[in-house]
């Protein structure tokens, strides 16, 4: 079946440093979607990115979908103690069911 | 709030017990998704509805079963519960537009199984 990966697991940075967790999936996808859990909290969309190689921005935060749709990353840029949480990406290869990728937590030290 | 309510908050129940869990979607949410998450594990597709017929089934067990009333809310029925099965149970919902799926998530349901 569908396999995504997703890294790391963990990650810790100080206030300020930059974040990159990286998802690859074993099959080609149709879309690719990003979610951001706080703690205690439910997911919550952050954005799906649907062509080859698109590339799309919001205030800190850059998506990335690769050129072969078997891949993504999101990288945050100077990392605020707001952006904790934990981010899954979830992949859809057109059968509209998400298969999520385990996360990657992330905490910010002030 | 996404406008996506889960019924109840928490649950404490003993093994071998049922449950049901309840969702509703958001106004003109046609189809809702069923997630299983346990401690420190990602979310676990389980089932999908769209406007009362079954449209996906991920990992669900056959003790579990889900439907989706003609009002579109939906239950989650949980049976022989085992200590295993408690986890975060979310439901999601999204209206589903071409190849466009933002997914509403609820606050989720916490089942404890003692």
């Known amino acids: 079946g569908q396999q995504v990966m997703q890294i790391p697991q963990y990650q810790h940075v100080q206030e300020g440093e930059d974040f990159t967790t990286y998802c690859n999936s074993s099959?080609?996808?149709?879309?690719i979607q990003w979610y951001k859990q706080r703690p205690g909290g439910h997911p919550v969309f952050l954005i799906q990115?649907?062509?080859?190689?698109e590339v799309k921005k919001q205030k800190r935060l850059t998506f990335q979908f690769g050129e072969a749709k078997k891949n993504s990353s999101l990288h945050i840029t100077a990392t605020q103690t707001t952006d904790v949480g934990t981010y899954f990406c979830?992949?859809?290869?057109?059968?509209?069911?998400?298969?999520f990728g385990s996360g990657t937590r992330l905490q910010v030290q002030p | 709030d996404s406008g996506v309510t889960q019924t109840p908050k928490h649950l404490i129940t003993a093994t071998g017990q049922r449950v049901t869990l309840r969702c509703s979607p958001r106004?003109?949410?046609?189809?809702v998704y069923w997630y299983q998450q346990s401690l420190d594990q990602g979310l676990q597709f389980l089932i999908q509805y769209y406007n009362g017929e079954e449209r996906a089934k991920g990992n669900i067990l056959e003790r579990f079963s889900a439907q989706q009333f003609p009002d579109l809310h939906s239950e989650l029925n949980l049976s022989s519960l085992e200590l295993g099965d408690s986890a975060l149970y979310f439901c999601?919902?999204?209206?589903?537009?071409?190849?466009?799926?933002?997914?509403?998530f609820g606050p989720g349901t916490r089942l404890t199984v003692l």
């Open positions: 990115l649907v062509k080859s190689g």
């Open positions: 979830a992949a859809d290869t057109g059968r509209r069911a998400l298969t």
């Open positions: 999601a919902s999204s209206v589903v537009s071409g190849s466009y799926n933002e997914q509403f």
């Open positions: 099959t080609t996808l149709s879309n």
């Open positions: 106004s003109g949410d046609l189809s």
